[in-house]
């Protein structure tokens, strides 16, 4: 099955802007939804913005949205990619990609788990 791989965290100051990329190993992720989600420090990992197989429908949680931006490469099937903008230091976590075979809040419905990328926003 599929593989994740995050890339594209670093650290940024607070208001700024960080794009993340999922590259899928294995095979494409064609037929999959994706998900970002995040833990921080001493906290659950929580949910941060999926998408669905085709693209047409995203989620996000309430904390991010008008903010961060999900979407995939349906071309070539190969990439999804979360854009973050307006960065604040409560973003900071380590943001985990995952596959499954339906976009939802819920951990438990995503198959494949990337390593996660560490994303810091200075104060």
């Known amino acids: 099955q599929v593989q994740p791989v995050e890339s594209g965290g670093g650290l940024v100051q607070a208001g700024g802007s960080l794009r993340l990329s999922c590259a899928a190993s294995?095979?494409?992720?064609?037929?999959?939804?994706l998900g970002w989600f995040r833990q921080a420090p001493g906290k659950e990992r929580e949910f941060v913005a999926a998408?669905?197989?085709?693209?047409?429908?995203?989620?996000y949680t309430d904390s991010v949205k008008g903010r961060f931006t999900i979407s995939r490469d349906n071309a070539k099937n190969t990439q999804v990619y979360l854009q973050m903008n307006s960065l604040k230091p409560e973003d900071t976590a380590i943001y985990y990609c995952a596959a499954g075979p339906t976009a939802s809040s819920y951990s438990g419905r995503y198959t494949t788990w990337g390593q996660g990328t560490q994303v810091t926003v200075s104060s």
């Open positions: 294995g095979r494409t992720f064609s037929g999959y939804a």
């Open positions: 998408i669905n197989w085709s693209g047409d429908n995203t989620y």
